[in-house]
């Protein structure tokens, strides 16, 4: 397309939608106004002189906030395109109502050195559709032991730096790798599960024990966060910790936080509300890490959502075939597609937490951690904006997902919160669940399922 | 299991399906007229993907003495160990015209998945810790020949419970008719909560037990599973768990001693009292033989001959 045709594309009027955005403490109806790509203004009426140039869109329904961001995601790509590619993924992403989101490194080989963190960034840019920005691994090959080119990686455009699939094996080297930029704002992301636990396959409880299957404990994610929060203050990092499943984490993160640690976490649309008793009868589908564990546990992790001590949410999207979801337990891979679940997903374990919250943590709260772009739709900002609505039953169908990955423990559930639209930079990426960014959808032969 | 076609595990078994399995069991102990030809034509193929004598000899006798065919599947050289899926590999032994597979594995819920690809009969002989359901039958066939009914006596299994598929399957099936079940030792190596699988008690000690135990079952030491960032050293197991001559002056009289073998000398049990007068070891081994033969003639038995391949 033309030049001149992508800034007219970028003036809309999004109108008649209920504007709920927490960081500037805004609920009510507004016309978003998009001019090249920018939010330039949040009007009371429509405008009274509509510009010509200017697409208006009905957003009647709605609730218009600014595009949700979610921090964790497996692109896959390289290495395992025949999990998720670039496309798939951020067609899921899109669908799934993000305007951006973050790609974990452990693709194969791993996103360990500037030239791979530009080329995912480059590639992902080419396909438009939501934003992705990539997230170096803190160690070479994710070893745990040598630190990688972080400063490198950061010029290259990774927003931050996690070795997630894993804890970072070599405490001296986080810590020296923490200092090594100590002068950079990019955070630490913590998958925390001590290495001793690895041939575990599931929450160590009482459904392992009558299964006989080898457990990991909540202590080996909690004595990892404890370990990982220490560095952090140890070396004034920003740090964020992945995927909390346990309730002893729960308590980790809230002493840190007395202790002045700048750290955030995140809570996964699984780990608010399933349970390892999904696991009797030896179904390696809902084989995930960090394991899906006891209902006492992810009641501790909704009331940290409650209570504010978890302030994002993330999928954890993790793809894999069918076949890599097959019995036995230790041969299936851990995860589940998640990013075309989430926004439901998660509005439906937390039915008491007031939409404001819900909606800074699917989004500023994320821009913050991360420190990149949108959150917000003061004006200046990029026009990035998720619409959902709020009471429109769906079923989650896998059969209908743009990513490659189908498995996920919400499949048959009904949700209410449904995405409606969403904007990046102005542009609409996808409306009524039908993805439609005009380079990702040109790319999306026959998988553009509305 | 009791509606399934395979035993996997005594999970879903209730106590008529245990004790007609007894019965059959022990007519079989009895003599019964022509058993050579009730599973004739029939093949049995077992898969011991973890080292067995007696349960794979067990099961190889009380096949033969059925008429069937019992034919080892090596799984050292096999294709599954080559990367071939469990699928593909099902498929195979199927072709081969295989009717039943006895499966062992150091994984937790294997012939759960095996059982996913194959249409014929899957018998679990020790899944991981899980299970080990003949022994679970073998165990309270014996507990039956001694007691009779089992109603108000107690069954203490003492040793490494958590990594012992003996005491899941021993332990509930001993339940199911009507014992009840103790389950000692140190706390790590105890379930999580009381009662233990929905039914057992748990201790820590195990000579306050004794004086009101009937059945003692000493538990193998898994060696070749435990590692020692998970167990006390197990002299420290022999030490407070295992069966010693002061301990056995502990019980009454009528107690008897069980093991599911094979025996640790001097570790579980003082090496002398392993032919003592109340150890009914070799009865467990011996049962082991008929029990299995009433397994495979249940499932077996029931199987359509024209299945197609």
Redesign the interface.
């Known amino acids: 397309m033309t030049s001149s045709n992508q800034n007219r594309a970028a003036n809309r009027d999004f109108v008649g939608a209920r504007v709920v955005d927490p960081s500037l403490k805004l609920d009510a109806v507004r016309t978003i106004v998009v001019r090249k790509g920018i939010v330039a203004a949040l009007l009371e009426d429509a405008p009274a002189n509509p510009d010509p140039d200017a697409e208006r869109i009905d957003c009647g329904g709605m609730v218009l906030c600014p595009g949700f961001i979610d921090p964790h995601v497996h692109l896959r790509e390289p290495g395992d395109s025949q999990k998720e590619t670039l496309l798939t993924g951020l067609a899921a992403a899109a669908a799934g109502g993000f305007t951006a989101i973050a790609a974990m490194p452990n693709t194969r080989p791993p996103l360990d050195n500037p030239e791979l963190i530009k080329r995912l960034h480059d590639d992902a840019a080419a396909l438009g559709g939501p934003r992705c920005y990539p997230i170096g691994a803190v160690t070479m090959g994710r070893d745990g032991q040598r630190i990688a080119a972080l400063r490198g990686m950061a010029a290259a455009g990774a927003v931050a730096f996690s070795d997630d699939g894993a804890a970072t094996g070599s405490l001296k080297a986080l810590y020296n790798a923490a200092r090594s930029i100590a002068d950079l704002p990019h955070p630490f992301l913590s998958h925390c599960d001590d290495h001793?636990f690895s041939g575990a396959l599931m929450h160590e409880?009482?459904v392992s024990?009558?299964?006989?299957?080898?457990g990991t404990p909540p202590v080996s994610e909690a004595a990892i966060a404890a370990r990982d929060l220490m560095v952090a203050q140890a070396t004034s990092k920003a740090w964020h910790l992945c995927h909390v499943s346990a309730a002893q984490t729960i308590g980790v993160l809230r002493w840190a936080k007395t202790q002045g640690v700048r750290a955030t976490a995140e809570a996964t649309p699984h780990h608010l509300q399933c349970t390892d008793e999904l696991l009797l009868?030896?179904n390696?589908r809902w084989r995930v890490n960090p394991p899906l564990r006891s209902a006492e546990d992810t009641a501790a992790v909704r009331q940290a959502v409650i209570e504010g001590l978890i302030t994002i949410f993330a999928s954890d999207h993790a793809p894999h075939t069918e076949?890599e979801k097959?019995?036995?337990?230790?041969h299936a891979c851990v995860g589940f597609s998640g990013l075309e679940t989430a926004v439901g997903a998660t509005f439906y374990a937390l039915p008491e937490v007031a939409l404001p919250t819900m909606i800074a943590n699917f989004s500023t709260n994320v821009a913050t951690m991360l420190g990149v772009p949108g959150g917000t739709l003061a004006p200046g900002a990029p026009a990035d904006i998720t619409g959902l609505y709020l009471q429109r039953p769906w079923v989650v169908d896998p059969k209908r997902f743009h990513s490659k990955g189908r498995v996920t423990p919400f499949e048959g559930m009904s949700f209410t919160v449904k995405p409606a639209l969403m904007v990046v930079g102005g542009e609409i990426v996808m409306r009524d669940g039908e993805v439609r960014g005009e380079r990702l959808a040109a790319a999306l032969p026959g998988l553009a399922i509305s | 299991m009791t509606k399934s076609k395979n035993l996997l595990d005594l999970d879903d078994a209730d106590k008529t399906f245990i004790e007609a399995l007894i019965a059959r069991a022990r007519q079989y102990k009895q003599g019964v007229p022509n058993e050579n030809i009730r599973l004739r034509g029939r093949v049995v193929l077992g898969m011991f993907f973890e080292t067995s004598t007696r349960t794979t000899t067990s099961f190889a006798v009380a096949a033969q003495r059925l008429g069937a065919a019992y034919i080892d599947f090596r799984t050292d050289g096999s294709s599954l160990a080559k990367g071939e899926s469990l699928e593909d590999t099902m498929r195979t032994v199927r072709a081969i015209g295989a009717d039943a597979l006895v499966v062992r594995h150091s994984e937790a819920g294997f012939p759960h998945a095996l059982a996913r690809y194959f249409d014929g009969v899957v018998l679990n002989a020790g899944d991981g810790a899980h299970a080990h359901p003949t022994q679970g039958l073998l165990d309270a066939m014996t507990l039956i020949e001694e007691f009779g009914d089992l109603k108000g006596r107690r069954l203490v299994i003492c040793g490494d419970i958590r990594h012992s598929r003996v005491a899941r399957s021993s332990a509930r099936a001993a339940w199911l008719l009507g014992a009840a079940v103790v389950l000692c030792g140190p706390p790590s190596l105890l379930p999580p909560v009381v009662p233990a699988w929905g039914f057992a008690d748990l201790a820590t000690e195990l000579d306050p037990l004794l004086p009101a135990t009937d059945a003692l079952m000493l538990l193998r030491v898994q060696k070749e599973r435990a590692q020692a960032d998970e167990l006390p050293p197990y002299e420290e197991l022999a030490r407070f768990y295992g069966l010693t001559r002061q301990r056995v002056d502990l019980l009454p009289p009528h107690a008897i001693i069980m093991h599911p073998g094979p025996v640790n000398r001097d570790v579980e049990v003082e090496g002398e009292l392993m032919h003592h007068a109340r150890s009914r070891i070799e009865r467990q081994v011996e049962n082991g033989v008929y029990v299995r033969m009433a397994v495979l003639e249940r499932t077996l038995g029931s199987l359509s001959r024209d299945r197609v391949a």
């Open positions: 001793s409880g009482i024990d009558r299964l006989g299957i080898p009868g030896f390696a076949a097959e019995p036995p337990l230790s």
